[in-house]
């Protein structure tokens, strides 16, 4: 079943990079760096009546998308950081699909019904 959730995780972003003229590491990090947390900035304001969480993560990608001529170039690297990160967790017996569907598919969705109720 993990590695179903995993391959199928990777086939959307797959295919958003396909389909957006990207790379498939860009639209990792733009999907789990950018829009998730936005949308939990966004569920956070709506319970809270405000608008500085999703101003703050709205502004914060903003200046990236402004101001850094290398974002598919810096992609790969933070990606690179990413895959290096959910490896660390072989030590304790994940492999590197357990971790990314755990921490990438899992505790993104459990802190999303969280924010909603």
């Known amino acids: ?3 179903k959730i995993f391959d199928k995780v990777v086939d959307v ?9 990207t790379t498939y590491n ?4 733009v999907v789990y ?8 900035a966004v569920l956070l304001d709506y319970k809270l009546g405000t608008f ?11 200046g990236i998308f402004i101001f ?8 790969d690297y933070w990606f690179e950081k990413s895959v290096a990160f959910l490896e660390w967790f072989n030590k304790i017996g994940w492999n590197y699909k357990l ?5 990438c598919v899992v505790l993104p969705i459990i802190l999303t019904v ?3 109720f």
């Open 1 to 3: 079943m993990i590695k």
């Open 13 to 21: 972003l797959m295919l958003l990079a396909d389909k957006f003229h």
């Open 26 to 29: 860009a639209v990792n990090i």
């Open 33 to 40: 760096y950018c829009l998730i947390p936005l949308f939990w």
């Open 52 to 62: 500085a969480f999703s101003l703050a993560v709205l502004s914060f990608w903003a």
């Open 68 to 75: 850094d001529r290398h974002f598919v170039k810096d992609c």
């Open 99 to 103: 971790s990314s569907v755990i921490i």
């Open 114 to 116: 969280i924010l909603l």
